[in-house]
Structure formats: C-alpha cells, structure tokens
C-alpha cells in the first residue's frame, strides 16, 4: 500500500454536485500513507454540509475495499469562500436571495422553510426579512410577539442581534413594527431600510443568510444586488401563465444586475386528497414552473404541492418542513433544499480559492 494505489483508488470516486470525479476537479490534494495509516487530504468548494461526510465514506469504503487493515483519515479543505462583503455580513459564507415576480405565491412560506431545511442538514443558518410590506417571518417562525434585540455601542452606533427560532437566525422589520402598523415608505425610504437593517444587524458566523424580499423587481431588489454580492437567487413561482410572466422579468432582472439564477421552485403545483391519495390535480395548471426554468436555462430546483397543513404550520409558527407527521412533504421539500446547495457550491466553484481546514 503506497500514496500512488490509494490516489488511484481515489480520483475516479464523483463528486455528486458537479458529477465529475475527485482526480478531474482538483480535489484531491495529497494521500499520505505512514504503515496502516491512510489520510487523505481533500479540496472542496463550500457549502460542505450535505458533500464532505458522502466523499469522506467514498473515500475511506474505496480504501477498505482494497486495504481493510487500513485506517483511514479524511480532511477536507473549503474553496470557493467569499472574498468581500458588507462588513455586517464579513461572517456570511453565502447569500441567498429568495424572490417572486408577483405575491401571493408563497414565497415567504418557501424562504422560511428553505433556511430550516438549510439549517437541518447542520448548517449555521440566518433568514432576513426584507419584505418591508409584509414582514411574516417573525409569524411563521413564532416570534411574532418578539421584540428587537439591540444595544449601543461605545460610539453611541445602534447594533442589532437577530432572534433565533428552530435553529435560525432571523431579523424583520415585524420585530420594530406593532402588529397591524403599516409600512409606509417611498422608494428611497425603502432602500435606506434595507441598507440600515443589513449594516446594523450582526449575524456572526453563517454558512448561509437567506434573504425574503419583496415580490416584484423595485428598490430592495436593486439596492440588494448593488450592494451585496449575492451568491445567487431563487425564483418562486406557481405553474399559471400569469405567474409566469413574473417568473420572467424577475429571472432577466438578476441576469440585467449579474446575479445567478440558482433555479426556479414551482408552489402549489397539485393537490392530492387526503381521502383520495392516489389522485392528484393541477389545480393552477401543469409544468410551468419546469418549463420557464427550461426556457431561460436555469434548474428546475422542485415542486411543492398544496398542502392546508403548510398555511397551518405558516400560521401557527412552526414551519411544515419540521412536521414528523408529514416526512413526505418535508422530504420533498429537503430535495429541494439539497438542490440548491448544488447550485450554490457550482456558482461557488469560480470563486478565489482561500482555504479553512475543516476535520471530519
């Protein structure tokens, strides 16, 4: 048993996001073999959560095929970590946008769910409630009677703390708003609100910060992409044509300002009877939401049916993606969670390549 065997055992092993094997993509960095000791050094493009531990079993199954005395160590490498940001965000590994061209199609219900599924697979997880129309994320996550967590600092600065719920992070103007006040705020108002609440928010450390904006294309959205360098964007649609044309401008929007398109995620796409599970109807129509992704070139990250105990667990803050009552519902929703972690690793993949060792 030498470096050169183990290496060749190695690099045909995929790596399952960019479905190219280890020796192709340069992850491989270096086998080092000292008796029956076997540790493997390996270079991936963050986020690592839901890859690092099914290449770590690769990797020490190919060996123990071969060499079952062997014991094997794997280390792992990220590339692909942002380079600059706003300082409030400098702990911020990736940044998420989750958008709608028009309301209603519950993209809020998604964004919420995408950052618990996100934060499920062991990630740290922030969710910013930048729908300043209607702010629901402190509703849906629980946290509606919660106040703003804040403090000064020595130079007399406000500095604001996100509140935590199910393992997320999560900052809303519904946190300095009383319930039925109403947000009345003109276009540069507005963009002075957002840019406040991501200059005085302190996140830490976060693998992901997921972004609820507000439906449309308008000023949080331009001030977002000017500001921040998004790693990319989720689109939220559901399948009729009406929908769809907003799916549109908001796809040509992110490409006008240079931001990736992760995919489009179609809500409300059948219903199926709880009396009746093997039928299924298209309520709002069938298809749209893969074929706008299919004509813009974009991934089709998933669907999500209609389901009243989705609108129950928005409404009583607990969000659906937890409920061990529904694991179907909540797989199917982690499948799209999972998509997007793909997506992002790949728009992460150009990125400068600084290093932070990570030990299984």
């Known amino acids: 048993m030498n470096d050169v065997l183990i290496r060749s055992l190695l690099e045909p092993i995929i790596d399952p996001d960019f479905d190219r094997p280890l020796g192709a993509i340069g992850a491989l960095s270096k086998v080092e073999v000292e008796g029956d000791h076997v540790r493997v050094y390996l270079e991936l493009v963050q986020p690592l959560h839901t890859v690092a531990r099914r290449l770590d079993l690769a990797c020490t199954s190919a060996i123990h095929a071969n060499y079952p005395e062997a014991t094997v160590e794997v280390l792992v490498r990220e590339t692909g970590l942002p380079t600059k940001t706003a300082p409030a965000l400098a702990g911020v590994k990736n940044l998420i946008a989750v958008a709608s061209g028009k309301g209603g199609v519950g993209k809020s219900t998604m964004a919420a769910n995408l950052a618990v599924a996100l934060a499920q697979t062991g990630a740290h997880v922030g969710l910013l409630d930048a729908d300043v129309y209607g702010p629901s994320q402190p509703t849906m996550f629980g946290l509606a009677a919660e106040g703003m967590r804040a403090e000064k600092t020595?130079?007399?600065?406000?500095?604001?703390?996100?509140?935590?719920?199910?393992?997320?992070?999560?900052?809303?103007?519904?946190?300095?708003?009383?319930?039925?006040?109403?947000?009345?705020?003109?276009?540069?108002?507005?963009?002075?609100?957002?840019?406040?609440?991501?200059?005085?928010?302190?996140?830490?450390?976060?693998?992901?910060?997921?972004?609820?904006?507000?439906?449309?294309?308008?000023?949080?959205?331009?001030?977002?992409?000017?500001?921040?360098?998004?790693?990319?964007?989720?689109?939220?649609?559901?399948?009729?044509?009406?929908?769809?044309?907003?799916?549109?401008?908001?796809?040509?929007?992110?490409?006008?300002?240079?931001?990736?398109?992760?995919?489009?995620?179609?809500?409300?796409?059948?219903?199926?009877?709880?009396?009746?599970?093997?039928?299924?109807?298209?309520?709002?129509?069938?298809?749209?939401?893969?074929?706008?992704?299919?004509?813009?070139?974009?991934?089709?990250?998933?669907?999500?049916?209609?389901?009243?105990?989705?609108?129950?667990?928005?409404?009583g803050g607990f969000p659906f993606v937890l409920d061990a009552d529904r694991m179907d519902l909540g797989d199917a929703f982690r499948a799209i969670a999972s998509r997007v972690v793909s997506e992002v690793r790949k728009a992460n993949a150009s990125t400068s390549q600084q290093t932070v060792q990570i030990t299984l």
């Open 154 to 315: 020595d130079d007399g600065k406000l500095v604001g703390y996100p509140n935590e719920s199910f393992g997320v992070k999560i900052a809303s103007l519904g946190f300095v708003m009383q319930r039925d006040q109403a947000a009345i705020l003109r276009g540069p108002m507005l963009a002075g609100y957002f840019s406040t609440l991501v200059d005085q928010i302190q996140w830490g450390e976060l693998d992901y910060l997921v972004f609820d904006l507000p439906p449309g294309t308008g000023d949080i959205q331009l001030t977002l992409t000017q500001r921040i360098p998004l790693t990319g964007a989720v689109v939220i649609t559901t399948p009729q044509e009406i929908a769809l044309a907003d799916v549109r401008r908001s796809i040509q929007m992110f490409r006008k300002v240079n931001v990736n398109v992760l995919g489009v995620v179609e809500n409300m796409s059948y219903f199926i009877p709880p009396d009746m599970p093997e039928k299924r109807y298209h309520i709002f129509g069938k298809g749209g939401g893969a074929a706008v992704a299919s004509e813009y070139d974009v991934p089709f990250l998933g669907e999500v049916p209609i389901d009243v105990r989705i609108r129950e667990g928005g409404d």
